[in-house]
């Protein structure tokens, strides 16, 4: 590990019990349930990383004065464990939430973590809280995260920091299970800009969306997709996923990266994609495109990708002023095809020969 620094395990005296996890398990899902533990480990100037524990999921106690309320120097990351073949436990590409948190870091005038500490922190508490990942098509969400506690008025980076990982067992993130969902495009607000942090996963990105969301939600939509900054007119991502189209012959093409988040879940689906013969571009695409594009039968299929949601097939686009629908509102085979091999991966029922699949011992 890292500079020697080892994580001590003080384990719940009131840990929940099986009867009681068992049914907190039943119900299902997202976000709402929370294991037994957490990791934190701290960060003072100076000292760098230390105090480094697996101890009893609890609040948090911070000064009212404490940056993250005031500066928002906060970021996250979000990675699932899985239930394995057997008694064996699997994350998927573990390495690159590491690297994507450490970008994230920097943008946000954070500190760093070195990698082999960020993994253990994940690792320990996935094997104390073990017994909270579903069966099934479940999966035990894991969130690590780091927020600045220094309670200072300056305008400055903060001198402490606390990087914390939490779990919570989900099932399906759309509460309309893997049925394809129905998106609103915003004509009105953009979630970044160039130079801004939309490549960085801090909560402010997603705190800006929340507005656009709940236009959404009125709407009869799950999730929004955004334009540009510039010209209200390029589609970049939606509110927590990156997005794909497929075209009549099969291939596919995404948005560039730059002022989007670099998902890994994209990256996975371009790889795999790719290894299947099939051409993915990067590239601008207007909103116009694509309604003159699925009117014209040249692109057939979309769907949105993400840690929580995995591929998640677009049925119906609504916007201001209209709406149409892709194909004939169901999930493509591409869609299909990439969901199950990449799914297949995740739970160890494909076989991993690019050594994304870490196992837990």
Same mark, same amino acid.
């Given at each position: 590990?890292?500079?020697?620094?080892?994580?001590? +395990?003080?384990? =719940?005296?009131?840990?929940?019990?099986?009867?009681? $996890? #068992?049914?907190?398990? !039943?119900?299902?899902?997202?976000?709402? !349930?929370?294991?037994? +533990?957490?990791? /934190?480990?701290?960060?003072?100037?100076?000292?760098?990383? +230390?105090? !480094?524990?697996?101890?009893? $999921?609890?609040?948090?106690?911070?000064?009212?004065?404490?940056a993250v309320l005031h500066y928002a120097q906060e970021i996250f990351e979000g990675m699932k464990a899985y239930r394995g073949e057997g008694d064996s436990v699997t994350l998927f590409r573990a390495d690159q939430n590491a690297e994507r948190f450490n970008a994230s870091a920097t943008r946000m005038a954070m500190p760093t973590i070195p990698q082999d500490l960020f993994? #253990?922190?994940?690792?320990a508490l996935v094997r104390i809280d073990k017994d909270w990942i579903p069966s099934g098509n479940g999966s035990l969400y894991l969130r690590p995260f780091m927020f600045a506690d220094e309670p200072f008025l300056g305008v400055r980076p903060a001198h402490h920091f606390v990087f914390c990982v939490i779990a919570s067992p989900v099932g399906d993130?759309?509460?309309?299970?893997?049925?394809? %969902?129905?998106?609103? %495009?915003?004509? #009105?607000? =953009?979630?970044? !800009?160039?130079?801004?942090?939309?490549?960085?996963?801090?909560g402010g990105n997603y705190a800006a969306s929340l507005v656009a969301q709940a236009q959404a939600y009125e709407n009869g939509c799950e999730q929004v997709v955004f334009l540009d900054a510039a010209e209200h007119k390029w589609i970049e991502e939606l509110?927590?996923?990156?997005?794909?189209?497929?075209?009549?012959?099969?291939?596919?093409? /995404? /948005?560039?990266?730059?002022?989007?988040?670099?998902?890994?879940?994209?990256?996975?689906l371009i790889e795999l994609a790719r290894s299947k013969g099939l051409t993915v571009?990067?590239?601008?695409?207007s909103f116009a495109e694509w309604q003159a594009d699925v009117a014209s039968g040249k692109v057939k299929e979309t769907f949105a990708c993400g840690t929580a949601a995995?591929?998640?097939?677009?049925?119906?686009?609504?916007?201001?002023?209209?709406?149409?629908?892709?194909?004939?509102?169901?999930s493509g085979p591409v869609t299909n095809a990439l969901r199950d091999e990449l799914s297949g991966l995740q739970r160890g029922k494909v076989a991993d020969t690019r050594g994304w699949v870490r196992t837990i011992k």
């Amino acid at each position: 590990m890292s500079n020697a620094l080892k994580i001590s +395990h003080i384990p =719940t005296d009131a840990p929940t019990s099986a009867a009681d $996890r #068992e049914a907190i398990l !039943a119900k299902g899902g997202f976000g709402t !349930a929370f294991s037994d +533990h957490m990791v /934190t480990i701290e960060w003072t100037e100076g000292i760098g990383w +230390h105090n !480094a524990q697996v101890r009893k $999921r609890e609040a948090f106690k911070i000064d009212p004065a404490a940056a993250v309320l005031h500066y928002a120097q906060e970021i996250f990351e979000g990675m699932k464990a899985y239930r394995g073949e057997g008694d064996s436990v699997t994350l998927f590409r573990a390495d690159q939430n590491a690297e994507r948190f450490n970008a994230s870091a920097t943008r946000m005038a954070m500190p760093t973590i070195p990698q082999d500490l960020f993994l #253990e922190a994940v690792d320990a508490l996935v094997r104390i809280d073990k017994d909270w990942i579903p069966s099934g098509n479940g999966s035990l969400y894991l969130r690590p995260f780091m927020f600045a506690d220094e309670p200072f008025l300056g305008v400055r980076p903060a001198h402490h920091f606390v990087f914390c990982v939490i779990a919570s067992p989900v099932g399906d993130y759309f509460k309309s299970g893997p049925k394809p %969902v129905k998106v609103w %495009v915003s004509k #009105e607000y =953009t979630r970044a !800009a160039v130079g801004g942090t939309g490549a960085a996963k801090c909560g402010g990105n997603y705190a800006a969306s929340l507005v656009a969301q709940a236009q959404a939600y009125e709407n009869g939509c799950e999730q929004v997709v955004f334009l540009d900054a510039a010209e209200h007119k390029w589609i970049e991502e939606l509110g927590g996923m990156n997005i794909f189209f497929v075209k009549d012959d099969g291939n596919l093409f /995404t /948005t560039p990266l730059g002022t989007i988040l670099p998902g890994i879940t994209r990256a996975s689906l371009i790889e795999l994609a790719r290894s299947k013969g099939l051409t993915v571009e990067e590239r601008k695409y207007s909103f116009a495109e694509w309604q003159a594009d699925v009117a014209s039968g040249k692109v057939k299929e979309t769907f949105a990708c993400g840690t929580a949601a995995v591929v998640a097939s677009i049925g119906e686009v609504k916007f201001d002023g209209g709406s149409f629908t892709i194909g004939n509102g169901d999930s493509g085979p591409v869609t299909n095809a990439l969901r199950d091999e990449l799914s297949g991966l995740q739970r160890g029922k494909v076989a991993d020969t690019r050594g994304w699949v870490r196992t837990i011992k």
